[in-house]
Nanobody, 112 residues
Framework: QVQLVESGGGLVQPGGSLRLSCAAS????????MDWYRQAPGKQRELVAQ???????NYADSVKGRFTISRDNAKKTMYLLMNNLKPEDTAVYYC??????WGQGTQVTVSS
């Protein structure tokens, strides 16, 4: 049974930082392409960042230079370090193991 469990969300002030984690089980994590998506109220889910099994990285233009995706294959865990957070980063953040496995999401709220 595949499980992806996100953690690390919360309320943070503009300019602050958070680190999200995604713990995986039931998949061959070391060969999986892993993604972070987010969905804000009333908007479509969008890809935020991606890391392939050979550590190729892709970022949405809106987060380049502020967010960093990483993975620890030994721990079967993916991370998203989010710096200089803005109110428009407020969303539910989802972990995805391609092609079709999703986590339950973690809420990130950026507000003063």
């Amino acid at each position: 049974q595949v499980q992806l469990v996100e953690s690390g969300g919360g309320l943070v002030q503009p300019g602050g930082s958070l680190r999200l984690s995604c713990a995986a089980s039931g998949i061959l994590f070391e060969i999986a392409t892993m993604d972070w998506y987010r969905q804000a109220p009333g908007k479509q889910r969008e890809l935020v960042a991606q890391i392939t099994n050979n550590y190729r990285l892709n970022y949405a233009d809106s987060v380049k230079g502020r967010f960093t995706i990483s993975r620890d294959n030994a721990k079967k865990t993916m991370y998203l370090l989010m710096n200089n957070l803005k109110p428009e980063d407020t969303a539910v953040y989802y972990c995805k193991a391609e092609p079709t496995y999703w986590g339950q999401g973690t809420q990130v709220t950026v507000s003063s």
